[in-house]
């Protein structure tokens, strides 16, 4: 495993030249531009978790059939502090940094102080976002750093504190049709309350110098929900949309304000004030777009821990969404650097199994258990709000009928969804609660992607990476959620880092297009390469064999080259995400 995770990696800093093998489609024109960890150790200091590592860009640029390869670290602020002081002097999540000790008693009390309320690392190794024509790198705090997709040089630092507010922020926005970038984040302790916030960022910002369009200035926060612990709120790591709706899961799995306002003094890192509350529930928060509120029904599940959401769509009357979904916290602590050792694979056997779990909530649940649905617009005036949801709900089940029969109050421990593409189900409760439990449509598998341009509708295949017998990738899957039936790609040796989907222009089929995926070799008789599968048969196009020092990164997204003539402008993207990772221009 040292090869993979504990070695610091050496940056590619001029384009290198790739070995093509097989065929690149002529189509395909444009940048893979990827992130993540690449550099764990600072003079003779060394981060604690594998997640904690200096930020490594990479990118491969395709064009007419030609691969160019580059990387290049992150020159945070963060990285520049560390690489000045030849050691660690930023603390990360999992790494908690101390002064010098020749320091005197003023400035340790200063550093004492400013740990109570951290200011946290600007060290974005997670994601890349766009938001208008900019591109940033991202991670899990307020900070976000905005890059050149081409070249890979750090230009400004941004604080979302200045435009919405929050403490934490997920790496994993969505977009809309628009290109509008919607996100979500955790507000700590403002005027007494702890929330999370979710705000929008337009793409553009119409009747403006073009100097002065700065998207983020114009954020919008449209919704945000009491967190229900004033000083314990949940970890979450993504979330769910469909058209209508955000799906955002209140996960047991939580950060302990108190304990990381101290853990500086008491020299522990803040990865050790969160933990996992098996006895606890994970609710399901539903968020009408349109109203910009919550749905009032409480929906829950069994406790668990879900870092990706894959998607999520509207099906009569119900919001139906997919996660990979954990029992328990221990994917996070296998990754401790003293985890990923020659005991890796016996370790990694006693972690949580990735599991694909289906859900399915009914939208609207009165307090007699009757889902109710959207009711004929040109109805609303003649006919009572009860009648037209049970006119329209019947009309929907049995469309023979003319409306006048009415469904009867649902019974409590019924099931409240019958919706054809699940068996999750959903139990009515005294309290008028809902208890949703889960379809398991398949085990060993993380880093989900898919068509975005299906993204918050009806879909069926997922791109993912296998774990079988660990959390880290060996085989990239496609699977299909209709027949659940599925593709695979392995190699010896070989580890494939997060699998991309880009459409083929004016493609019809949802998989019509190809899967790019970073291949990381421990093989030192094989190149590193970048990887190109035909999306439908999942059989190799090609393969792009770099002499380059290639790290496993985390996530990323393909920028097409829209207009080549145009190459020193920013090109448009393909708008992606995990669930935020595809095409923008109606794509993304």
């Known amino acids: 495993m040292e090869i993979i995770f504990g070695r610091n990696k050496k940056e590619q800093l001029e384009p290198v030249s790739a070995r093509v093998t097989g065929k690149i489609p002529a189509w ?3 940048t893979l531009l990827r992130n993540g960890p ?8 060394r981060y604690n978790h594998w997640f904690d590592g200096l930020a490594l860009l990479h990118s491969f640029s395709i064009r007419d059939g030609e691969v160019f390869y580059r990387s290049k670290y992150l020159q945070s602020d963060t990285y520049s502090a560390n690489i000045e002081a030849n050691k660690i002097v930023v603390s990360e999540f999992g790494t908690m940094a101390y002064p010098d000790p020749c320091k005197n008693i003023f400035s340790k009390a200063f550093s004492y102080l400013s740990h109570t309320i951290p200011d946290f690392t600007d060290n974005c190794l997670i994601n890349i976002m766009r938001c208008g024509d900019d591109f940033y790198a991202t991670t899990e705090t307020n900070y976000i750093r905005k890059i050149n997709p081409q070249t890979l040089e750090t230009l400004d630092k941004v604080d979302y504190r200045k435009y919405v507010a929050v403490n934490l922020a997920t790496a994993h926005p969505h977009y809309d049709a628009a290109g509008n970038v919607l996100n979500m984040g955790t507000s700590i302790v403002d005027n007494g309350r702890t929330k999370y916030v979710m705000f929008k960022i337009p793409a553009t910002v119409p009747g403006t110098k073009k100097k002065e369009k700065n998207p983020l200035k114009h954020t919008e926060v449209f919704c945000s929900i009491p967190s229900r612990s004033l000083l314990s709120p949940s970890y979450y790591h993504s979330f769910g949309v469909t058209e209508n709706y955000v799906i955002f899961l209140e996960q047991p ?3 302990d304000i108190l304990k990381m306002a101290t853990a500086y003094m008491r020299g522990v890192s803040w990865a050790s004030c969160m933990s996992f509350h098996r006895e606890d529930k994970t609710y399901i928060h539903i968020i009408d777009q349109r109203t910009r509120k919550p749905v009032p029904t409480k929906f829950y599940t069994d406790p668990m821990v879900v870092f990706h959401h894959v998607n999520a769509y509207e099906e009569e009357g119900c919001v139906v969404f997919d996660v990979i979904a954990y029992e328990d916290s221990s994917l996070y602590q296998l990754f401790y650097l003293a985890n990923l050792n020659q005991n890796f694979e016996e370790n990694s056997r006693m972690t949580s199994v990735p599991t694909l779990k289906r859900f399915a909530v009914p939208l609207h649940v009165d307090k007699f258990g009757v889902i109710c649905c959207n009711f004929p617009a040109h109805a609303q005036d003649s006919i009572s709000r009860t009648s037209l949801v049970l006119y329209q709900w019947t009309l929907r089940k049995h469309p023979s009928e003319d409306g006048s029969s009415f469904l009867q109050n649902a019974e409590v421990g019924s099931n409240l969804i019958k ?8 139990l009515k409760e005294k309290d008028g609660h809902v208890y949703c439990q889960p379809e398991v449509l398949y085990k060993g598998l993380e880093l989900p992607r898919i068509n975005y341009a299906h993204n918050g509708k009806p879909y069926r295949y997922i791109y993912a990476a296998e774990v079988q017998w ?4 060996t085989k990239i899957l496609k699977y299909d959620v209709l027949t659940k039936s599925s593709l695979k790609w392995g190699e010896e040796c070989c580890w494939p880092a997060e699998p991309v989907f880009v459409p083929t222009p004016g493609a019809k089929d949802e998989d019509d297009g190809v899967i790019l995926s970073a291949i990381v070799s421990t093989d030192p008789q094989k190149l590193p390469f970048l990887l190109i599968l035909d999306a439908k048969t999942f059989t190799e196009l090609a393969r792009a064999s770099v002499h380059a020092d290639l790290h496993l990164d985390l996530h990323g997204l393909f920028i097409p080259d829209v207009d080549r003539s145009a190459e020193k402008q920013t090109p448009a993207v393909t ?8 095409p923008i221009t109606q794509q993304a």
Do not use: C, Y
């Open 575 to 582: 708008q992606e995400d995990e669930n935020s990772d595809a």
């Open 470 to 473: 660990s959390p880290i990738p």
């Open 253 to 255: 799995f939580k950060l």
């Open 419 to 426: 919706v054809p593409s699940t068996r999750a189900t959903a």
């Open 38 to 45: 690449g550099m764990h150790t600072v003079g003779e200091s």
């Open 28 to 30: 395909l024109q444009g």
